[in-house]
């Protein structure tokens, strides 16, 4: 394993749906951090953890998404009832907190939601 | 507030030199870093700069000033595979997440 996967990499749903996200980090990469991208834009932040703690999650975070990350490694994201503001493209980053490559974060290849 | 401020799109020409801006007002700073993001793709980490001064990687390197709150990203003998967004984006210091604020990204397009 040589990066970030993210599982799906598409994904269409219908308005009111649920749908889920999943991130599996580098290993041994204790930061791990979600990301909500739309066309033109820059990645805005939603949410971090580190190991298995959620430390921080944006207000854009609305009470109708919830990550977890359970046992400190893979993590997910879900959206309730979707909407098609959702509609974007969800990425996922890892970092160490240590060594040479603690100042950069990898990014996944991103999971592209569209919500009909 | 958070700001971060660099042009929309720009435009140059193979084998030439292009110079990316990017202005900011955070709350805080930890350092400002550069990705280079090809369309449908993940962001891919350039540059990282904390002090003052001009970071030399090959044919990229990115100046950054604290007290104007200015970088840049200098990109030398431009290449068709360049055509991409460049992601100007700062390492928020407010909190210890490490969390990265970032600009809207400039498109660059490089011609022949």
């Known amino acids: 394993d040589t990066g970030v996967s993210q599982n799906p990499r598409h994904k269409i749903t219908k308005r009111g749906q649920n749908v889920t996200f999943r991130c599996d980090p580098i290993s041994e990469h204790n930061r791990l951090y979600w990301y909500r991208q739309t066309l033109g834009q820059g990645p805005e932040f939603l949410t971090y953890?580190?190991?298995?703690?959620?430390?921080?999650k944006s207000r854009l975070l609305s009470d109708r998404f919830s990550a977890e990350r359970p046992k400190g490694s893979f993590s997910t994201l879900e959206i309730q009832r979707t909407e098609q503001g959702d509609s974007a493209m969800y990425l996922c980053?890892?970092?160490?907190?240590?060594?040479?490559?603690?100042?950069?974060?990898?990014f996944g290849p991103g999971t592209r939601l569209t919500v009909l | 507030g958070q700001n971060i401020d660099q042009p929309t799109e720009m435009t140059a020409t193979e084998g030439a030199i292009v110079q990316i801006n990017c202005t900011y007002q955070t709350s805080g700073f930890n350092g400002l870093f550069w990705y280079q993001q090809h369309a449908g793709e993940a962001p891919t980490f350039l540059s990282y700069?904390?002090?003052?001064g001009l970071e030399e990687k090959g044919r990229f390197s990115s100046f950054l000033s604290r007290s104007k709150g200015y970088s840049y990203l200098l990109l030398k003998e431009l290449q068709m595979k360049d055509s991409a967004s460049y992601l100007c984006a700062v390492r928020d210091s407010s909190s210890n997440t490490g969390k990265l604020i970032f600009g809207q990204g400039t498109t660059l397009q490089v011609k022949p």
């Open positions: 700069n904390v002090l003052d």
């Open positions: 953890f580190q190991n298995e703690a959620q430390l921080e």
């Open positions: 980053a890892s970092s160490p907190t240590s060594g040479m490559w603690m100042n950069e974060q990898f």
